[in-house]
């Protein structure tokens, strides 16, 4: 099972990214009994739950600081999930990591996740 996060880069406060993880080694009616979620961490803090997404039914759960903002989406035919980043600040710039659980609920602790995928950094400038 591998993910393979893609799509950070820098970008002025206020514009936008979208974060890209594939999602490989995994039979696509697997799929179906996971969620994928999507962490950051930033320089000296601790990785922190993002969004998240059940993959059978398209549940989706966000963190109060990127609620409105971030939106979390799965594309069932490429097995990829993507993060839109919208409004970003610059409180916003961490290393982007997904994630993926074995069971159909989505929650927000790093422990109960499965696999993990190698990061890609979002840096926003002020």
């Not at 009616?29 to 979620?37: C, K, N």
């Not at 039914?57 to 939106?71: E, L």
């Not at 799965?74 to 970003?88: E, F, G």
């Not at 710039?93 to 993926?100: F, I, L, N, P």
Request: hydrophobic share 35%; with cysteine; net charge positive.
């Amino acid at each position: 099972v591998q993910l393979q996060a893609s799509g950070g880069g820098l970008v002025q406060s206020g514009g936008s990214l979208t974060l890209s993880c594939a999602i490989s080694g995994f039979r696509n009616a697997d799929l179906d009994d996971y969620t994928m979620g999507w962490f950051r961490q930033a320089p000296g803090k601790e990785r922190e739950f993002v969004a998240g997404i059940s993959w059978r039914g398209g549940s989706t759960y966000y963190a109060d600081s990127v609620k409105g903002r971030f939106t979390i989406s799965r594309d069932n035919a490429k097995n990829t999930v993507y993060l839109q980043m919208n409004s970003l600040k610059p409180e916003d710039t961490a290393v982007y990591h997904c994630a993926a659980r074995s069971s159909i609920v989505v929650v927000t602790s790093t422990g109960r996740y499965d696999y993990w995928g190698q990061g890609t950094q979002v840096t926003v400038s002020s």
